[in-house]
């Protein structure tokens, strides 16, 4: 069976914009999905938005909302942001605890095999201004997956060491292809970017992977 690795994150609005279109091909293709959510590269590169062209933002809070019309998907900011920082001045605060928890419950999902229907739930409300923080709202996402929270909560704490070896792996991996997300990688072929799916799916048929 072919394996896709997919390379995720939770800050990331274009792994939003994927996720739906990621799970399809999950769900009609012949391929063992394999999610592997990384940190935002303002926790992997904490200078990177003090140090980053001044157009960078501003062109992705145009073309994210354009994209999503585009895909017929809802859209809005988050609320919060799942990142501390000062957007004014790209300073990333020195803890993530939204984040931390983010990932915790990503990976903890993906130990049910279910890490992207955790990380659709979560992120359609991320990146719709939805709440999200909150217990609740994550329980909710929780079990839209078919998972509990306090489960995934439970095995999170019993398993920080698994939880950390998991992110260094996965980041690791990553940069073996490319450093942003969302990135799909077939058999060590990589994709990248959401506008790369079609790429993906042209690959898969031509290798005849589609589920009859």
Partial sequence: M??????????????????????????????????????????????????????????????????????GLPFGLPQPDPIDMDMGSGKVAPEQPLMDRLMRLGIAAEESRKGLDFARAASRRI????????????????????????????????????????????????????WGVPLMVLDGEPFFGQDRIDALVWRLDQRGLKRG
């Fill in 127 to 178: 990146w719709t201004g939805e709440p999200w923080s909150d217990d609740k709202s994550l329980a909710e996402a929780a079990g839209e997956a078919g998972l509990d929270l306090a489960a995934l909560e439970s095995w999170a704490s019993e398993n920080e060491t698994i939880i950390a070896e998991a992110i260094e792996a996965n980041e690791a991996a990553q940069l073996v292809h490319h």
């Fill in 2 to 71: 072919a394996v896709l690795e997919i390379y995720w994150s939770f800050r990331s609005p274009y792994s939003y914009l994927a996720t739906e279109r990621l799970c399809a091909i999950r769900d009609d293709y012949d391929v063992e999905a394999r999610f592997r959510p990384v940190r935002p590269l303002a926790m992997r590169e904490p200078d990177f938005f003090e140090r980053g062209r001044k157009q960078f933002v501003p062109y992705l809070l145009r073309d994210f909302p354009r994209e999503a019309e585009r895909l």
